[in-house]
């Protein structure tokens, strides 16, 4: 396997961020991600502390992969409130943020905390393919690719359908937490895992959304990994693991250290199983 894993800086709550960036480089792992947190503080931030930011994941040879954009508040489904305005706006900030940082992906859902339980039909969705076609040119002339989650089911999936159809240039992060919650596999990765820019890997039990460690729930990330390089991607396997969630013991430096050994094995098997299928 040549990818690469990515971590986001919220897999603890121990730690400065330097002491985080430092932990994860210790690690050997090779990229981070911005979680919401992270991404709110710097909207409300002057630019300098970006572009700080930026140095201090420079100087440790890490990248960012992904940052993703606030999501309980944003409303990009419905123009008739004001609130969409502000949304869009935000939105096109926490892009900016991303180019600066160089990250690869900026996820925004297309779903807040309070959305309609009929949001997948229109005029909904017309207003979404509306919302992410001016998102995606404006990160494309930034060189950031804007990526939608599949999170809360049944309503995702058609919603995803629709955006990905009528969206060019509209990439996918796929939530192995969420798809395994739900019990969705089989909807997505037949049919966008080509699509996809970002991913959330994090384990569970098949009932709630814990954040685990990948082989600490019921998912087989050895059979996922698989795919993933028979399909072609060639981006970083982005561990979503949150430590407040999950409640795993030992500080910033021992998680990651854990994360990265797990990973590591999760790909070994997957390299000793292809090495004898060919055998």
Known sequence: MVMEISLTLEYTEYGSLTDRLTAIEQAGLAAVNLGTSQIRHLLKSESRETV???????????????????????????????????????LKNTIDIAAKLRAGTVIIH?????????????????????????????AQEREVKVAVENIDEPYSFPILQTLFREVPWLSFCFDTGHAEKYQVWDKYIPYYIDKISALHIHDNHGEVDEHLIP?????????????????????????????????????????????????????????????????
């Open 215 to 279: 082989g600490d729930g019921m998912i087989d990330f050895s059979d996922f990994f698989a795919g993933l390089e028979a399909s072609g991607y060639r981006g970083y396997l982005g561990v979503e693991c949150v430590q407040r969630v999950s409640d795993y013991p030992g500080d910033h430096q021992s998680l990651a250290l854990l994360i990265r050994e797990r990973m590591a094995g999760i790909l070994a098997s997957v390299k000793s199983t292809a090495s004898m299928a060919w055998d």
């Open 52 to 90: 700080q930011l930026g140095e201090q994941i420079m100087r440790r040879y890490l990248v960012v992969d992904w940052v993703h954009a606030p999501f309980r508040v944003p409303v990009i489904y419905d123009s008739s409130k004001e609130l969409y305005h502000l949304s869009m706006g935000a």
């Open 110 to 138: 297309a779903m807040n905390q309070d959305f309609p339980d009929d949001i997948a039909t229109k005029p909904y969705l017309d207003q979404l393919v509306e919302s992410y076609s001016v998102l995606v040119s404006y």
